[in-house]
Structure formats: structure tokens, C-alpha cells
């Protein structure tokens, strides 16, 4: 069950990227909340600050500030690496402040590994502590629409009996809608490599079948209803439709400006391959899915656009007339 906030609870935020940002802005939906931000880009700090005039935003200049200064303390960066920058770096990363009673929660998707890691690490610093900080991996699924909407969901890494979920509960459900504990450090994370792998999957399949029904001659929109009806129904198609055209709002007819890029959608795909290698899970589909999305985050016309995009690397048309030079 949900619980309150304490009173003058105060959150810390590391890494406003394009989740981080709207995560952040709905954490402020709080009406007393506050926060302290920090970003290795010193432009999106202050641009951040800005769009919150009311003075509840504290810029740091560290992540070891951010963790000094706040109760509950999000991280949301792109790599593991960056992860291990925020925590470990001596002097200016979380562990180089006082922790104590502090809950550390790492929305970042990376490799399980690096995360169990520095959540030894965090374990380590409170050798001798009387109320030790909590850390967990949470990482987060929906889209940047999602998250700007507060309807995203989170997969935690932790159990649904632990003391400390009744608290994160609450906090977790002023940015999302849905709140899974998936059972245990690292089990977050585990359902999100397996959720992207899934997801990138079927956007491939997606533009796949669209494709060809299209070159078959039907209607974009109602193949895309056809498929909605019938067992290929899927949120891609009823959400994101790869075609430009087909869902209006979504990016994919925004020339896939936006969204979650198609080499965070590689990266994440490797994540996974990796992850079913080290426990001997068979991928029938991965190599494959992998090389397409690999190339088309190489091909300068497609990277940094979002990844439903493979259905322009694929060859697919613009109904709307412009077709794929």
C-alpha cells in the first residue's frame, strides 16, 4: 500500500535527457516538491531551472551535491559506465556524500552486472550506518509521450514485501502509472532488457508487415486497423505506427524527431543478446534484429531519429508522398 510523503521530503535528480527531463517535470507536479538537478550539460541545467520560475529548482554541481542536499535521489543516464561515473567518482559522485537513510533510485537501462555492482558499492558505504540508503535499479518503459504524460511504467527492482516499497510506491506513482515490483536488486533490469527486446522486435516485425501490406495495396491506416482487430494486435501499431501518417501524434509522422532513438534501441538489443548469453537463453530472433537496427543507427540519414525508423531503413514510403531517398 501507497503511503504519504514525509514532510519537506526533497528529491535530487541526475541526468536530463530526453526521460530524464519530463520524469523530473512531473516530480514537480508535487505542489511543494523540490529538487536538485544535476546534468553534465550546463545549457540544459539551466534551461530546466528556468521553466520552473517558482524557485523549487536548486542547481548542483555535482552529483555529489545533488545527493547531500536531497532525501530521495533519481539517476537516469545513458550507460553503465555513466552510472558508475555518477556513484563512484571520488569526490563529486553519490557515495562521496553522507547516504545515510537516503533512497538511491537508478532508472538508467543498462547491463545487470554494472548495476548489482554499484549497488554493492552503496551496501559497502553503509558499513556502520543506522539507517543505510536503499538503492535499486528502476528502470522505466512508455516513451518520452509517456513521460510527459505521467503514464509510463516502472519496473523495480525490489520485492513487493520489502519495507522500503510503500515509500517508493508512492513517489514512483506522481511520474507513472504503472508500479512493478519484479522481485529483487537487478530483476528491474532484467524486465526492461527483456521488454526492449520484445518491443524492438515487434516495431521491427511492425514495419515489416506494413510494409508489404502496403506494397500489396492497401491503405496504411486500414491495414493498421486490420491488424488492431486481429491476433498482430500490438501498442506499436496502435500507438506508434511505424508509417508516418497512421497515428498523427506519435513521432513516426513527426519525421521521427523525438522518441527513443534508434541507437539507444541497438544498444539496448545488445543488452539483452548479452544478458540471454550469460544465462544460456536461446534468441532466435536477436542476431538478426540486432544487424538491422545496427545499421540503421550507423546510416547518418536515420541516426538519431527514433526508432521505429528501421521502417525507412527498410525502404518503406511515406504515404503522405515522400518517399526514402
Known amino acids: 500500500m501507497a503511503v504519504d510523503l514525509p514532510q519537506r521530503f526533497k528529491f535530487g535528480w541526475v541526468g536530463?535527457?530526453?526521460?530524464?527531463?519530463?520524469?523530473?517535470?512531473?516530480?514537480?507536479?508535487?505542489?511543494?516538491?523540490?529538487?536538485?538537478?544535476?546534468?553534465?550539460?550546463?545549457?540544459?541545467?539551466?534551461?530546466?531551472?528556468?521553466?520552473?520560475?517558482?524557485?523549487?529548482?536548486?542547481?548542483?554541481?555535482?552529483?555529489?551535491?545533488?545527493?547531500?542536499?536531497?532525501?530521495?535521489?533519481?539517476?537516469?543516464?545513458?550507460?553503465g559506465r555513466h552510472v558508475k561515473e555518477v556513484y563512484l567518482t571520488p569526490d563529486t559522485g553519490i557515495l562521496a556524500a553522507n547516504t545515510s537513510g537516503k533512497l538511491l533510485i537508478d532508472c538508467s537501462t543498462i547491463d545487470i552486472a554494472t548495476s548489482l555492482a554499484v549497488g554493492e558499492a552503496v551496501m559497502s558505504s553503509n558499513l556502520g550506518n543506522s539507517k543505510p540508503a536503499v538503492f535499486f535499479d528502476s528502470p522505466v518503459s512508455g516513451g518520452t509521450a509517456g513521460a510527459a504524460n505521467g503514464t509510463i511504467t516502472f519496473m523495480v527492482g525490489m520485492a513487493s514485501d520489502d519495507p522500503s516499497f510503500p515509500l517508493v510506491q508512492s513517489i514512483l506513482k506522481k511520474m507513472g502509472r504503472s508500479i512493478n515490483p519484479m522481485g529483487g536488486?537487478?530483476?528491474?533490469?532484467?524486465?526492461?532488457?527483456?521488454?526492449?527486446?520484445?518491443?524492438?522486435?515487434?516495431?521491427?516485425?511492425?514495419?515489416?508487415a506494413m510494409n508489404l501490406g502496403m506494397k500489396l495495396g492497401i491503405e496504411p491506416k486500414v491495414l493498421s486497423d486490420c491488424f488492431q482487430s486481429g491476433?498482430?494486435?500490438?501498442?506499436?501499431?496502435?500507438?506508434?505506427?511505424?508509417v508516418p501518417g497512421v497515428c498523427?501524434?506519435?513521432?513516426?509522422?513527426?519525421?521521427?524527431?523525438?522518441?527513443?532513438?534508434?541507437?539507444?534501441?541497438?544498444?539496448?538489443?545488445?543488452?539483452?543478446?548479452?544478458?540471454?548469453?550469460?544465462?544460456g537463453a536461446n534468441l532466435v530472433l536477436g542476431e538478426t534484429a540486432i544487424e538491422a537496427y545496427s545499421s540503421a543507427a550507423s546510416d547518418p540519414r536515420f541516426r538519431g531519429k527514433d526508432s521505429r525508423v528501421v521502417y525507412k531503413w527498410l525502404g518503406g514510403v511515406d504515404p503522405r508522398g515522400e518517399r526514402r531517398s
Request: aromatic content about 6%; overall charge negative; charged content about 25%.
Open 16 to 79: 536530463l535527457g530526453a526521460m530524464g527531463w519530463p520524469m523530473a517535470k512531473q516530480l514537480l507536479k508535487i505542489s511543494d516538491a523540490k529538487l536538485v538537478v544535476f546534468d553534465v550539460d550546463e545549457k540544459v541545467l539551466h534551461r530546466f531551472a528556468r521553466e520552473t520560475p517558482d524557485g523549487r529548482v536548486e542547481i548542483a554541481s555535482s552529483a555529489k551535491q545533488v545527493a547531500d542536499d536531497s532525501d530521495c535521489i533519481f539517476t537516469i543516464v545513458p550507460e
Open 185 to 208: 536488486r537487478g530483476l528491474g533490469l532484467a524486465a526492461k532488457l527483456s521488454n526492449n527486446y520484445l518491443s524492438g522486435i515487434i516495431a521491427l516485425a511492425t514495419s515489416e
Open 231 to 242: 491476433s498482430s494486435a500490438n501498442w506499436v501499431n496502435s500507438t506508434v505506427n511505424p
Open 248 to 279: 498523427p501524434d506519435a513521432v513516426t509522422s513527426r519525421e521521427y524527431e523525438g522518441g527513443f532513438k534508434v541507437q539507444l534501441m541497438e544498444k539496448d538489443m545488445k543488452l539483452a543478446a548479452a544478458a540471454a548469453r550469460d544465462v
